[in-house]
Nanobody, 124 residues
Framework: QVQLVESGGGLVQAGDSLTLSCVASGLTFSVYTMGWFRQAPGKEREYVAGIRWSLDSTFYGDSAKGRFTISRDNAKNLVSLQMTSLNPEDTAVYYC?????????????????WGQGIQVTVSS
């Protein structure tokens, strides 16, 4: 049984930093392209950042460029999202997702496993 479990969310103030973590189980993590998505109330799901299974490519959405960094530790089945300079527009439920040999630029279209999501709230 595949599980993706997110952690690290919470309430922060504008300008703060936060790191989200996602631990995967029940799969061969090293062959999964992993990514982070978010969805704010009333908005469509947004692909925030992704990292290819082979570690040779990453993707960042426009809102994440220059502020967020995605990384992975295959030994720990862990993918992390470091978020800096947070602002209220970053408030959303953040989801971890993984697709076997997935294309990092098209993770949203891949057949993927998903975590349950974790809330990040940025106050002004």
């Amino acid at each position: 049984q595949v599980q993706l479990v997110e952690s690290g969310g919470g309430l922060v103030q504008a300008g703060d930093s936060l790191t989200l973590s996602c631990v995967a189980s029940g799969l061969t993590f090293s062959v999964y392209t992993m990514g982070w998505f978010r969805q704010a109330p009333g908005k469509e799901r947004e692909y925030v950042a992704g990292i290819r299974w082979s570690l040779d490519s990453t993707f960042y959405g426009d809102s994440a460029k220059g502020r967020f960094t995605i990384s992975r530790d295959n030994a720990k089945n862990l993918v992390s999202l470091q978020m800096t300079s947070l602002n209220p527009e970053d408030t959303a439920v953040y989801y971890c997702a993984g697709a076997k040999y997935g294309r990092v630029d098209r993770l949203a279209q891949e057949d993927a496993y998903w975590g349950q999501g974790i809330q990040v709230t940025v106050s002004s």
